[in-house]
């Protein structure tokens, strides 16, 4: 479908700033002109008409951190700290999760990140074959980091995910998906482990990657006060 979309601000990102009653051209999934409203709408007749008049017109945003499986788990236990949450009551919780309720969540967040105007998302959460994040980002139409999240008490499981996953969705659905390699959390995954993971995430790299679209990582990294605390009763460092 070839459309205009006019009338509105347009957020170039680029030296052009930004334009007052602006206009982008799209052509199939390419965004082929960029320019103010009555030059673009005399330039292309006959494209599908969108008027965007007192909206802004921006690149799709970017949600760096997510769980988007965990759509479903909204408002459960909210409020404790975030060891509590965790241990008490997100992981029990999680443990009877299938692969289809994890693709279920997955769907909803995708559709709500479209309506809320994020194209692309970075998520980490457990990977299963038969159901998982990719399939829901893939049929949305968003761009996606999917990770596998690792612990130290499952490292055999882990390593196996993380291959799996890479060998069918790095570069998949067009090339909008990406794997990433997860350790959750500095006091999650010792020392030793996150060594370990920096070596398949090099493997994985050299099988499955290209320069462009690397095998990234994810972590959490200083989420509370106490995490040096917290470290140091993990692994005595
Ligand atoms: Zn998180």
Redesign the pocket.
Known sequence: MDFVIFGGSVVTMSERGIIRDGAVVVEGDTIIDVGRSDEIRRKYPRYEKIDAGGKVIMPGLINA???AAMSLLRGYADDYPLKEWLEEWVWPLERHMTGYDIYVGALLTAVESVIGGTTTINT?YHYMEDHNEAMAIAEVGLRGVVGHVCFSWRKEQDIKALEDSARRWHRGADGRIRVSVDPHAPYTVDPEYMRELRAVTRELNEKYASAEAPVIWHI?LA?TSDEAQKIRESFGI
């Open positions: 951190h997510q769980h980490m959490h989420e």
